[in-house]
Nanobody, 124 residues
């Protein structure tokens, strides 16, 4: 069992930056792949970024590639999402998730545990 708690959301102007954190409970954090997803009002939850258990493999949605960076610190049981050059269309609730899949994956169904989400609002 893994419990996930996101933090770091807030209101930022377009072009600004935010760093989201996701703190995980449990001693087996380093054995899970981690992902970030987001859900805007009236839209389905969508994949943002994922990282393998060691941090050596990452994968991004095209919409955020080059602007967002996912990373993890297994010693701190934490995964991060650095978001730069934010746009109004990045406004959403951001969720972190954990998967037992060995490969880096991007579909919701492949993730086993979810956090409660943190709101990110980008003003124009």
């Amino acid at each position: 069992q893994v419990q996930l708690v996101e933090s770091g959301g807030g209101l930022v102007q377009a072009g600004g930056s935010l760093r989201l954190s996701c703190a995980a409970s449990g001693r087996t954090f380093s054995s899970y792949g981690m992902g970030w997803f987001r859900q805007a009002p009236g839209k389905e939850r969508e994949f943002v970024a994922a990282i393998g258990w060691s941090g050596g493999t990452t994968y991004y949605a095209d919409a955020v590639k080059g602007r967002f960076t996912i990373s993890r610190d297994n010693a701190k049981n934490t995964v991060y999402l650095q978001m730069n050059s934010l746009k109004p269309e990045d406004t959403a609730v951001y969720y972190c998730a954990a998967t037992q899949e060995v490969m880096v994956v991007s579909t919701l169904d492949e993730y086993d545990y979810w956090g409660q989400g943190t709101q990110v609002t980008v003003s124009s």
